[in-house]
């Protein structure tokens, strides 16, 4: 069966779009493909969550549209986003969907795939550094490690209207039974119920660290234990964005920053990944 088709305008010759991932925020994580699809790019769609500066490598004469999606926001509706795409497309132009992180990585980019290829548009996706990846790598940890991690789970903790969202308990168990690392995307809000939810299957001593503004010089964290989750995000006053990691590998940012517990302020991501 042929896919249906959107035609081009008129007289004009049909644009191509990319979903880039702009990573979680320092421009220099970005990778090289990213960096020119940015530069070639006539129209950007741009995340709320991608910095200044990376929006600033686009040319000169690209038209920046911000299409804003954040949980407890006023946000740019998904099918409006869509439309966009489509007609900025058809009109000839070669747009970008900037998106933070990886749009692949719980940045509806899959949704957005299947529209554009239902209007019979090719659509490339270029990945970019996910920030459950790059905060726990700044502060010198990995998700993995063979002696405290077998593997790692990327869960949200926003679940869309009329989703019961994710069974924390199976959850717990699993990542208990099978020795996982979970990284947790938008818990902040629900951060009092995942906690009790998640101490179902793990203990309370499980180590957590809750990192905020990931890669950005305003980068800070807070280590803590399951136990303690909530209590530590109301204390340190932890906002949106952030990302939660639960697991024995966590253990290992104390000893690689030489601090114990309680919020720390970072300093630029540049000096980070050097150890500073």
Same mark, same amino acid.
């Given at each position: 069966?042929?896919?249906?088709? +959107?035609?081009?305008?008129?007289?004009? !010759?049909?644009?191509?779009?990319? #979903?880039?991932?702009? &990573?979680?925020?320092?421009?220099?994580?970005?990778?090289?493909?990213?960096?020119?699809?940015?530069? !070639?790019?006539?129209?950007?769609?741009? $995340? $709320?969550?991608?910095?200044?500066?990376?929006?600033?490598?686009?040319?000169? /004469?690209?038209?920046?549209?911000?299409? /804003?999606?954040?949980?407890?926001?006023?946000?740019?509706?998904?099918?409006?986003?869509?439309?966009?795409?489509?007609?900025?497309?058809?009109?000839?132009?070669?747009?970008?969907?900037?998106? &933070?992180? %990886?749009?692949?990585?719980?940045?509806?980019?899959?949704?957005?795939?299947?529209?554009?290829?239902?209007?019979?548009? %090719? =659509?490339?996706?270029?990945?970019?550094?996910?920030? &459950?990846?790059?905060?726990? +790598?700044?502060? /010198?940890?990995?998700?993995?490690?063979?002696?405290?991690?077998?593997?790692?789970?990327?869960?949200?903790?926003?679940?869309?209207?009329?989703?019961?969202?994710?069974?924390?308990?199976?959850?717990?168990?699993?990542?208990? $039974? !099978?020795?996982?690392?979970?990284?947790?995307?938008?818990?902040?809000?629900?951060?009092?119920?995942?906690?009790?939810?998640? #101490?179902?299957?793990?203990?309370?001593?499980?180590? =957590? =660290?809750?990192?905020?503004?990931?890669? #950005?010089?305003?980068?800070?964290?807070?280590?803590?234990?399951?136990?303690?989750?909530? +209590?530590?995000?109301?204390?340190?006053?932890?906002?949106?964005?952030?990302?939660?990691? =639960?697991?024995?590998?966590?253990?290992?940012?104390?000893?690689?920053?030489?601090?114990?517990?309680?919020?720390?302020?970072?300093?630029?991501?540049?000096?980070?990944?050097? /150890?500073?």
């Amino acid at each position: 069966m042929n896919r249906p088709s +959107t035609p081009a305008f008129e007289g004009v !010759a049909p644009g191509r779009c990319t #979903l880039v991932g702009a &990573g979680p925020g320092d421009p220099e994580l970005l990778t090289i493909k990213a960096l020119k699809a940015i530069q !070639a790019a006539t129209v950007l769609l741009v $995340d $709320d969550l991608v910095s200044d500066e990376i929006v600033a490598m686009a040319p000169p /004469g690209a038209r920046i549209v911000h299409v /804003g999606k954040r949980g407890g926001c006023k946000s740019t509706p998904q099918a409006f986003i869509e439309k966009l795409m489509v007609m900025a497309v058809n009109e000839g132009e070669n747009v970008v969907r900037l998106k &933070g992180g %990886d749009p692949f990585i719980f940045g509806r980019g899959g949704e957005e795939v299947e529209h554009l290829r239902a209007a019979g548009i %090719d =659509v490339q996706v270029v990945n970019g550094i996910t920030a &459950g990846l790059a905060g726990m +790598t700044l502060l /010198g940890t990995p998700l993995t490690h063979r002696e405290h991690a077998h593997g790692v789970v990327f869960v949200t903790g926003h679940a869309k209207p009329g989703d019961a969202g994710t069974d924390w308990r199976q959850l717990a168990a699993t990542a208990r $039974d !099978a020795r996982l690392t979970l990284v947790i995307y938008m818990g902040v809000s629900s951060a009092a119920h995942i906690q009790q939810e998640l #101490l179902t299957g793990l203990p309370a001593s499980t180590p =957590v =660290v809750v990192i905020q503004h990931v890669s #950005l010089p305003q980068q800070r964290h807070a280590l803590t234990t399951l136990g303690e989750l909530h +209590t530590t995000i109301e204390r340190e006053q932890l906002a949106s964005p952030s990302v939660i990691v =639960v697991g024995d590998v966590v253990s290992g940012v104390a000893a690689a920053r030489g601090s114990t517990r309680g919020a720390d302020p970072l300093p630029s991501a540049k000096r980070n990944a050097a /150890g500073g």
